[in-house]
């Protein structure tokens, strides 16, 4: 006879919420993670929001400085990057946003919260990149055509403030992204996207540069539509990853950090576990992982659903995990590879 969980998840009746599911009374579980499933963030997402709206209005400010420039020097690159500074803009707000959608507390309608906010907003971030990098390819074509020569010095000004802007903003998000040992965790597919699209306009400050430099010192005006094709190509491969990855979430695919054969091999190790079966793994977003599995059994033990979730739990640090277990009568023990 079989429950089911205020997660939409089966339990098995020998054990309630509080005892199988991730987020149970009885588990060791961190305060921080606590707060993330019943809405807030933890104090991880809170710096990241913090990071987010200081590279916002960064961001915001500058774009007015960067546009005035471009027009004054009549620089394609320049230009072009600040086109892409303005896309910057819109998909910051959007991922301001989704931060906050997704920490939104879980209801008896979406089960899990609204962490998925957050790939679908790194696919619009991957989207408008690609659209940027169209536009910058058709602006650059156009001046090989054609174009006066830029005024090289008022692009040297306005290319190293745009550097110092956008490097110094893709580097306060990048910290808040891998965290103090180089891991990913919270709100990283997020800001992954905003991300990419900071160091799309570093790129294309750094570029804007050295075509101003070439330029001043005798070199020919159409070192500024080249060094736009430079900056497309990186946005273009960087898209196109953030696009991939945003799209694997979303199909609930296993995330590659929690591969099913390991999942498998710890759940099979553990101590009176006779068979695996029914396992699936996906995750919500970046840090927020979840484990369902059926395992047979010969214990009795009525706590045994809650001491494997534990240790599933300990090892793989997956938020979520619901064991459903089937005691087995003696003499009807299968290996625990069954399937």
Do not use: C
């Amino acid at each position: 006879m079989l429950s089911r969980d205020d997660h939409g998840h089966e339990a098995d009746r020998d054990h309630d919420h509080a005892r199988d599911h991730a987020h149970g009374g009885g588990h060791d579980h961190g305060q921080g993670a606590i707060r993330a499933h019943h809405g807030g963030f933890t104090p991880r997402e809170a710096r990241q929001s913090r990071r987010l709206l200081m590279v916002l209005a960064l961001v915001s400010t500058f774009f007015l400085v960067e546009l005035g420039g471009a027009i004054l020097s009549d620089s394609v690159v320049l230009q072009a990057d600040a086109l892409h500074l303005l896309m910057d803009v819109l998909a910051l707000g959007v991922s301001v946003v989704a931060m906050r959608i997704a920490v939104r507390r879980p209801t008896s309608r979406f089960t899990y919260g609204l962490r998925r906010a957050e790939p679908v907003a790194a696919v619009f971030s991957s989207l408008l990149v690609l659209a940027t990098t169209g536009l910058i390819l058709f602006e650059a074509i156009g001046s090989l055509k054609g174009h006066a020569t830029p005024r090289a010095n008022v692009m040297i000004v306005v290319a190293l403030l745009a550097l110092l802007v956008n490097g110094l903003s893709a580097w306060l998000l990048h910290d808040a992204i891998e965290g103090p040992h180089g891991h990913a965790h919270g709100h990283a597919l997020n800001l992954r996207g905003a991300w990419l699209h900071l160091l799309g306009d570093a790129l294309g400050a750094l570029a804007a540069l050295v075509a101003a430099l070439v330029i001043r010192y005798g070199g020919h005006p159409a070192a500024d539509p080249i060094a736009s094709f430079l900056v497309a190509a990186i946005l273009l491969y960087g898209a196109l990853r953030l696009l991939r990855d945003a799209t694997l979430v979303l199909l609930e695919s296993a995330p590659r950090h929690l591969p099913i054969a390991t999942i498998r091999e710890v759940i099979a190790g553990f101590p009176g576990v006779t068979a695996v079966r029914d396992l699936h793994v996906w995750t919500l977003g970046t840090g927020h992982d979840a484990i369902t599995v059926h395992v047979r059994t010969g214990s009795r033990d009525p706590g045994f659903g809650q001491r494997l979730s534990d240790h599933v739990r300990g090892i793989l640090e997956a938020e979520y995990v619901t064991v459903q277990v089937e005691h087995l009568e003696p003499g009807h023990e299968p290996s625990a590879g069954g399937s």
